[in-house]
């Protein structure tokens, strides 16, 4: 039996997930929609990596979570590895792309830049405050013009001349849109400027002040849209790389890095039945009053965090008991 590894990469958009052998051949992979609910849609995720694997085949021992929810799902999983996303998006990057010096990545919701030497992230930057430059500003415009936003990249290839879009923040973007469509600019020609639009917000804030250096590889949801990638290729003047399984390269990163720790934990798809639930609590015993969040398996306070003291644990392990008690 072959030991693999599984790595989870949960966002506020989507969740990503890949079981990976030795070797980083791809298993089992699946990206869904995370819909506000992470452990809802691991759970959904777990059972699409589950229908793809031969558990007589292969036997996960390391399991490595990633995203925003990193924390919450790995204690659901039981990971063995934690890892903040720059992390996993670099490792999984360089694995592939030894040569890389520029990573860019656009999702639903965020965008960050990566600047890599020698293998190593050396600079980053992140943008969680405005939509203008993420996959969202383009899907609430694909609504708006009644294109399904999987048909955008395509549709600006056609495109002649890209309408120039006011898109510094997506109000603006959205009002002179309108104007646009009003005074007859064609769609094709809207949709082209739509992508540049992202491409050059994304570079004017992520980008603002760093020196983005080729080999450039792109990856995120975003990346799929040939037309935001031809853009990119235009405003910066340099071929730009696009990974077939770049909409999976977090999870491909915590599967790798699970690979490489130490830590070793059989992973069982059973968790797919258990019923789990967190709670926030205030401390509220000195003056840092810490949220600490407490996740339960079955009634059972698995983990809590977010506490900065020993009072902290003391309240989650009070929490606890209450908990029972209901």
């Known amino acids: 039996m072959e030991d693999v590894f599984m790595g989870i990469d949960v966002g506020s958009i989507s969740t990503k997930g890949v079981i990976l052998t030795k070797d980083n051949q791809i298993v ?4 869904i929609w995370t819909e506000g609910n992470p452990i809802g849609a691991v759970k ?43 992390t996993a998006h670099a490792v999984g990057t360089t694995t592939f792309h030894p040569d890389v010096r520029t990573i860019l990545e656009i999702g639903g919701q965020d965008s960050k830049i990566i600047l890599v030497e020698n293998g190593v992230a050396i600079d980053y930057a992140m943008n969680t405050l405005c939509a203008a430059g993420t996959g969202a500003f383009l899907s609430s415009q694909s609504n708006r013009l009644g294109i399904p936003v999987e048909e955008m990249g395509e549709i600006a290839l056609k495109s002649s001349h890209p309408t120039q879009i006011a898109a510094r923040c997506t109000v603006f973007a959205e009002s002179d849109l309108v104007h646009k469509i009003q005074v007859g600019h ?4 809207i949709v082209a400027g739509l992508c540049q639009a992202v491409v050059g917000n994304y ?5 603002k002040g760093k020196k983005i250096v080729s080999p450039v590889v792109f990856q995120g949801g975003v990346s799929k849209n040939i037309g935001v990638v031809k853009a990119f290729e235009h405003q910066l003047g340099c071929p730009v790389l696009v990974d077939d399984n770049g909409h999976l390269m977090g999870a491909i990163g915590a599967a790798i890095l699970a690979r490489r720790s130490k830590n070793r934990k059989e992973f069982s798809f059973d968790v797919e039945d258990m019923e789990f639930i967190t709670r926030e609590i205030n401390c509220g015993g000195c003056p840092n009053n810490c949220e ?34 209901e």
């Open 44 to 86: 959904e995720l777990l059972h699409l990596l589950q229908q793809q694997f031969s558990p007589e085949k292969y036997r996960i021992v390391g399991t490595g979570t990633t995203g925003s929810a990193r924390q919450l799902v790995g204690t659901v999983v039981g990971a063995t590895v934690i890892k903040n996303e720059i």
């Open 203 to 207: 570079l004017n804030n992520v980008g």
């Open 292 to 325: 600490i969040i407490c996740v339960y398996r079955e009634g059972q306070m698995i983990d809590s965090w977010g506490n900065r003291c020993q009072r902290g644990e003391a309240a989650a392990r009070k929490a606890a008991e209450r908990f029972k008690e």
């Open 28 to 31: 089992s992979s699946a990206y």
């Open 186 to 189: 064609t769609k094709e020609d």
